[in-house]
C-alpha cells in the first residue's frame, strides 16, 4: 500500500485567534467549513506540495461535552484529543483504495473501524466529502480517501503561496514514552520496516517522511523557499521548523 501524508491536525481553543496568529507568521489561511455533525470547524493552510495543515476547532466548548454529544466516528476521535489541549495532535495518511488498506491492516494484526462516510460544508457552500478509517490504537494516524474531488477539499492556486514561502510538509515528528510498541504499530500499518538512525526511527511515504521519537510535544517540518524564513517557533502550542534545502515537489 502507498500512503502518503495527507494533512496535519492542529487543535486550536479559538479558530479565529488561531488564524489571526498563524497569518502574522507568514502563512495565508483558508476557511474551511464547518464538519457533518456540526461538532468541529476548521481554517487550512493549504500547501503547494498536496499537504496541508488543519487548524481545528470545536462549536461549543468542550466542558459541556458529556459524551453524548459526539456525533460521527471522527468526533468520538477529536474529542478526547482535544480535551488535552492545543497543539498538533493528530493526523492523517491518503490512500487510494481505503477498503484495501483496511483489510491490509487488519490482516497484519491491527483492528481498524471503518470505512466511515465524513465531510463539510465549505464557506461557499459546496459540500465536501470523504471516507475515513481509524485504527484501535490511537498512536497511528487515521486514513482518508476522498470521494468528491480532492481539489474541493484541498484547493490549488494562490491559495498556497505563504509570505513565508512554506510549501510542503517534510516531515512530522510523533513524541511518545513507548517508541517499541509504536514503531510494531506503525510498521504493521504501513507493511514496511522503520529506517533507524541518530536514535530516530522514521517511514518514508510518498511524500515526506514521519518520525517518532521520544519526548512529549510533536512537531511539523516544513520546507520554505524564502531566505531568512527559516526556524523554529511555537504557536498555539504547535511546534513548528521552517526549513530551507530541498523540499517536496510542488505541484502549482
Given at each position: 500500500?502507498?500512503?502518503?501524508?495527507?494533512?496535519?491536525?492542529?487543535?486550536?481553543?479559538?479558530l479565529?485567534?488561531?488564524?489571526?496568529?498563524?497569518?502574522?507568521?507568514?502563512?495565508?489561511?483558508t476557511p474551511?467549513g464547518?464538519?457533518?455533525?456540526?461538532?468541529?470547524?476548521?481554517?487550512?493552510?493549504?500547501?503547494?506540495?498536496?499537504?496541508?495543515?488543519?487548524?481545528?476547532?470545536?462549536?461549543?466548548?468542550?466542558?459541556?461535552?458529556?459524551?453524548?454529544?459526539?456525533?460521527?466516528?471522527?468526533?468520538r476521535?477529536?474529542?478526547?484529543?482535544?480535551?488535552v489541549?492545543?497543539?498538533?495532535?493528530d493526523f492523517?495518511?491518503?490512500?487510494?483504495?481505503?477498503?484495501?488498506?483496511?483489510?491490509?491492516?487488519r490482516?497484519?494484526?491491527?483492528?481498524?473501524?471503518?470505512?466511515?462516510?465524513g465531510g463539510?460544508?465549505?464557506p461557499?457552500?459546496?459540500?465536501?466529502?470523504?471516507?475515513?478509517?481509524?485504527?484501535?490504537?490511537?498512536?497511528?494516524p487515521?486514513?482518508?480517501e476522498?470521494v468528491?474531488?480532492?481539489?474541493?477539499?484541498?484547493?490549488?492556486?494562490?491559495a498556497?503561496?505563504h509570505?513565508?514561502?512554506?510549501?510542503g510538509?517534510?516531515?512530522?515528528?510523533?513524541?511518545?514514552?513507548?517508541?517499541?510498541?509504536?514503531?510494531?504499530?506503525?510498521?504493521?500499518?504501513?507493511?514496511?520496516?522503520?529506517?533507524?538512525s541518530?536514535?530516530a526511527?522514521?517511514?518514508?511515504?510518498?511524500?515526506?517522511v514521519?518520525?517518532?521519537?521520544p519526548?512529549?510535544?510533536?512537531?511539523?517540518?516544513l520546507?520554505?523557499?524564502?531566505?531568512?524564513?527559516?526556524?523554529?517557533?511555537?504557536?498555539?502550542?504547535?511546534?513548528?521548523?521552517?526549513?530551507?534545502?530541498t523540499?517536496?515537489?510542488?505541484?502549482?
Amino acid at each position: 500500500m502507498e500512503y502518503s501524508i495527507d494533512h496535519a491536525v492542529l487543535f486550536v481553543e479559538n479558530l479565529d485567534a488561531a488564524t489571526a496568529e498563524f497569518t502574522e507568521l507568514g502563512f495565508l489561511v483558508t476557511p474551511g467549513g464547518t464538519h457533518t455533525g456540526g461538532l468541529t470547524e476548521n481554517a487550512l493552510i493549504l500547501l503547494a506540495d498536496g499537504t496541508y495543515l488543519e487548524l481545528l476547532g470545536f462549536t461549543v466548548p468542550l466542558e459541556r461535552l458529556t459524551g453524548g454529544e459526539e456525533r460521527t466516528a471522527l468526533d468520538r476521535r477529536f474529542v478526547p484529543r482535544g480535551r488535552v489541549g492545543q497543539g498538533f495532535g493528530d493526523f492523517a495518511c491518503g490512500i487510494a483504495g481505503l477498503e484495501g488498506a483496511i483489510a491490509a491492516a487488519r490482516g497484519a494484526g491491527l483492528e481498524v473501524e471503518g470505512p466511515f462516510p465524513g465531510g463539510r460544508t465549505r464557506p461557499d457552500g459546496i459540500a465536501v466529502e470523504w471516507q475515513l478509517a481509524f485504527p484501535a490504537d490511537d498512536v497511528l494516524p487515521f486514513l482518508i480517501e476522498d470521494v468528491t474531488d480532492r481539489a474541493l477539499r484541498v484547493p490549488r492556486g494562490d491559495a498556497t503561496r505563504h509570505a513565508n514561502g512554506a510549501s510542503g510538509i517534510v516531515e512530522l515528528v510523533v513524541r511518545t514514552d513507548d517508541t517499541k510498541r509504536i514503531v510494531n504499530s506503525y510498521e504493521k500499518l504501513f507493511g514496511s520496516a522503520a529506517e533507524v538512525s541518530e536514535g530516530a526511527v522514521s517511514f518514508h511515504l510518498t511524500n515526506g517522511v514521519i518520525t517518532i521519537q521520544p519526548g512529549t510535544a510533536n512537531s511539523v517540518r516544513l520546507h520554505t523557499s524564502v531566505e531568512g524564513a527559516t526556524g523554529a517557533f511555537e504557536c498555539h502550542g504547535v511546534r513548528i521548523e521552517l526549513a530551507g534545502g530541498t523540499g517536496n515537489v510542488p505541484y502549482l
